[in-house]
């Protein structure tokens, strides 16, 4: 990961919660840091400062503040990634292990960056799959596709909770159908919709009759 850190001055506690809205849209970002004497305190959603009072500090909005960041050891794109993608964020701030501020990633690097990894510039088919965490096998996932005649081009970890696991699958394949539908035999829940999915064609069509059905007895 080539992500380099963005210096950005952050807001303290008795910025005037005007001043930080301003930084947000002159910055193009969905969130604002915020130290106290050096420590990482939290981040401001901008668009929650729309209601507050201009000449409030930022310390009478301290309830607003999100505890979102990441650690300046991290590695792992996929880890940055959903961590964008979980805050609903284009920014996280980079903190050390005694919560100093160091500066701020931006998403737009990331996108970047990816967009030069071949499993994301090779045309293919992305696939939204969810399942329950103990059970989700990415070695699973690998073997779905390739037994279906498909190649797997990468897998991507867009949401974790302690119970659940959401990845998108991106593959190549002559017969997404059967993809599809092998995933639901092992019971991982397709999220994404595709067009070639005879499931939903049936459950539509199972619906449609249900309906007209239902309107023969009125």
Known sequence: M?????????????????????????????????????????????????????????????????????????RDWTQLFSTFLSNETNVLPVIDRDRHYRGIYLLEDLLEELSEIKAFATQGTVIRIGKNADDFRFSQVAQIVEATGGRLLGVLLVDETPTDLVADVKIQTGDINEVLQTFRRYDYTVLSQHPEDKHLQELRENAGYLEKYLRMGE
Do not use: Q
Not at 12 to 35: F, I, K, Q
Not at 44 to 69: F, K, Q
């Open 2 to 74: 080539k992500n380099k850190i963005h210096p950005l001055e952050p807001a303290r506690m008795n910025t005037p919660v005007g001043a930080v809205r301003e930084w947000c849209y002159d910055e193009l970002l969905s969130h604002y840091p915020v130290v106290d004497g050096g420590i990482f305190r939290g981040m401001l959603r901008c668009e929650d400062l729309d209601d507050a009072d201009a000449n409030n500090p930022v310390s009478a909005e301290r309830h607003l503040l999100e505890n979102i960041y990441v650690t300046d050891n991290i």
